[in-house]
């Protein structure tokens, strides 16, 4: 009996779809879950009929691989994705290769890839985005590790992936953990951009009083346009529109307010702060999510802490996507993008990872959570100047901030003096601001650390390090 080409280990939603998607690409599969129930199950429903066989154990699933062998583990991250390698590994002959397409610590893989590349074997740590949908019909896919170990599994993935018109969405994004950081810092800009219309939600809701529908008609309109055609501008739609079939009002408003996090978020603000990169859009994006898991707080609070009463906010013409609101929601999306991109270019050069930004930006064109027409402008940016320090000063994108600063400031003006929060919205005014301030106050924070710790400081008018008695 010939051999599988493609081996994929655990059976959730996301790696039954890759496998469906390899198979459907001319790859013949062998699958392999911790329980062979599941296994079974897949087989007899969704894999039936296609050229996809079971395993009952890891010995079985390696001998049922043609060599060398491309194993996938779509398993969860951390100490599972561990002990999966560890079990697999005495059967694994030179020159094999494991791919980990769940959403693992980049550190994590940057270690994995030493060990098992240390071992003969190939080790890939790649990000897939696009949801269950995405694996099935075509991800975005991120995959670091050796150039090597990319090659054996390029024409695989280039087939399974999202195309665009420049080609599929994967490319060899660079050494070590590279592909995992890759993707957590897309699931950073993916904070950014969902609390982003989250807080535009609520101004629409709350500061201009509109309905579901109402909403979901200006959603509509800002994904008919460059800046904004987005798919997560399409989704919010979708959320606003549909109804609670119990009732036939919006479902929307019936879900609990409290946004859970798998962990990718948090690790795009940590690495930024390791790296000192400004990332303040997305990481009023987690703070978001922290402050809307408090809600039994935020209730008691509710009746304590009194705020500005909500006047009615007019943001212009709803059919002509309510033009402030719009600029705003551009220029924090923008800021998102711009934050992630500054985000990956300080890692590329601590960690030598040597990304190409354009396509980076190609690749997440199509298939991922953050695609957007925006992404082809930013590709065009970076081709333009490989080494922009950040988006905004593009020529095309500064000229969107400046024409759109006033409209963001007047909706961050109005969400305050009606006390609704928009922690997104207002970091990113800031950002701005603050980037294209050339002189900030920070002389006095300066002359403060040298006042209390004789920390010193420069001047502006003299090279040197100085030192002041101050009292
Ligand atoms: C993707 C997503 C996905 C991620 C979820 C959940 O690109 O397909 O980023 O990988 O796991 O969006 O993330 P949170 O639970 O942290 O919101």
Known sequence: MSKAHFGLIGLGVMGENLVL?????????????RTYAKTEA???????????????????????????????????????????????SPYLEEGDL??????????????????????????IGMGVSGGAKGALEGPSM????????????ESLLSKMAAQVEDGPCVTYIGRGGSGHFV??????????????????????????????????????????????????????????????????TDIVEKIMDKAGQKGTGLWTVISALELGA?????????????MSSMKSQRIAAESILKGPSIDHIDFGDATNGLPPLMDAVVLSSMASYAQGMELLRLASSEYDYQLDMPSIAQIWKGGCIIRSTLLKRIQDAFTL??????LLIDPWFAEQVNRRLPGLAKVVINASQSGIPVPCLSSTLDYINSYRTGRLPQNLVQAMRDCFGSHTYERLDKEGVFHTDWI
Not at 21 to 32: K, L, Q, T, W
Not at 59 to 67: I, P
Request: proline fraction near 3%; charge should be negative.
């Open 21 to 33: 998607n390899a198979e459907r690409n001319g790859f013949s599969s062998v699958v392999y879950n």
């Open 42 to 88: 897949f087989l007899k429903g969704r894999g039936f009929g296609k050229s996809i066989e079971g395993a009952t154990s890891l010995q079985d699933f390696v001998d049922k691989l043609e060599r060398p062998r491309r194993i996938l583990m779509m398993i969860k991250a951390g100490g599972p994705t561990d002990a999966v390698i560890e079990q697999i």
């Open 98 to 123: 494991l791919i980990d397409g769940g959403n693992s610590q980049f550190r994590d893989t940057e270690r994995r890839v030493a060990d098992l590349e240390s071992k003969s074997f190939g080790y």
């Open 142 to 153: 991120m995959p670091g590790g050796t150039k090597t170990s990319y090659q054996a599994i």
């Open 183 to 248: 993707k957590t810092v897309h699931n950073g800009i993916e904070y950014g951009i969902e609390q982003i219309l989250a807080e535009s939600y609520d101004l629409m809701k709350r500061g201009a009083g509109m309905n579901g529908d109402q909403i979901a008609d200006v959603m509509s309109y800002w994904n008919s346009t460059e800046e904004l055609c987005s798919y997560l501008v399409e989704i919010t739609e979708a959320c606003m529109r549909t109804k609670d079939p119990i009732d036939g």
């Open 278 to 290: 400004a990332v303040p859009t997305i990481y009023a994006s987690l703070n978001g999510r922290v």
């Open 385 to 390: 100047d490989p080494n922009l320090t950040n």
